[in-house]
């Protein structure tokens, strides 16, 4: 099974509410120096806290590595507390933003409806969104998981361009919890969310519990793009790692 050499691969870690700025300071001390002999075929992100980004893209400036963030809205100013604009982002060099993810549709009482309103906007402001979707393991238990992601995909893309985009296949029972979702079951629904696309070359990853020990098995299948990564890329060394795999 080989991979469309079409298709970009995408390795992004996403550091959630972690890191101070000396923090990400001190992580990419260990981290860039690891990525000297990564190949060129992958690009490597970091989506990390609003705070380490302005300091971020100095410190990433001419390094292979991509600044991303974790959420934008979808105006471009305007009275809503809190909230980060896309002119906000792409003004310090941010190019990627998660949009979606199942914590912010969890604790923050994000819909498909806004999800969609920020996919728009970040493309609308220049940036690359990674549109996460993802089943509970209640949905999975029920049989619901194929049907549960198209209604995501229906809703979630409604206007979206899809030759600007990346979508992570983040099973919700698999997130931080150490139980990596089978490869070959992620390419199974990877292969499902293809289907579904317009455009069969956006780039698919798979997120949850991905680590260095499963790494290369997961990048062995055919549909899997690349990974979002949670904790293991708080660390350089495991998220070197995950950034040269094999
Ligand atoms: P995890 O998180 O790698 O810690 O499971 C993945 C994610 O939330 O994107």
Not at 54 to 76: F, M
Not at 103 to 128: I, M, P, W
């Amino acid at each position: 099974m080989t991979k469309s050499p079409v298709r970009k691969i995408v390795i992004a870690g996403n550091w959630k509410m972690y890191k101070t700025q000396a923090e990400s300071l001190e992580f990419l001390r260990g981290f860039l120096p690891s990525l000297d002999e990564t190949p060129q075929d992958r690009e490597v992100v970091l989506c990390v806290p609003f705070t380490d980004l302005n300091v971020l893209s100095k410190s990433l400036h001419g390094s292979r590595v991509q600044l991303g963030a974790q959420n934008v809205h979808w105006e471009e100013f305007g009275a809503y507390t809190g909230e980060i604009s896309g002119p906000m982002l792409s003004e310090i060099g941010v190019r990627y933003v998660i949009v979606g993810h199942s914590e912010r549709r969890q604790y923050f009482g994000e819909t498909d409806y806004t999800v969609n309103l920020r996919l728009k906007a970040a493309q609308r402001f220049g940036l690359t969104p990674i549109l996460c979707v993802g089943e509970t393991k209640q949905q999975r238990d029920k049989l619901e998981t194929e049907s549960l992601i198209a209604n995501q995909l229906e809703k979630n893309l409604v206007d979206v361009d899809q030759e600007n985009l990346v979508i992570a296949y983040e099973p919700i029972w698999a997130i931080g919890t150490g139980d990596t979702c089978e490869s070959k079951e992620a390419n199974r629904i990877i292969g499902f969310i293809r289907s579904k696309l317009s455009n069969p070359d956006v780039p698919i990853q798979y997120g949850g519990s991905v680590k260095p020990n499963n790494i290369d098995e997961i990048m062995a299948q055919s549909e899997i793009d690349g990974v979002l990564v949670g904790g293991a890329s708080l660390e350089p060394e495991s998220f070197a790692r995950i950034a040269n795999y094999k």
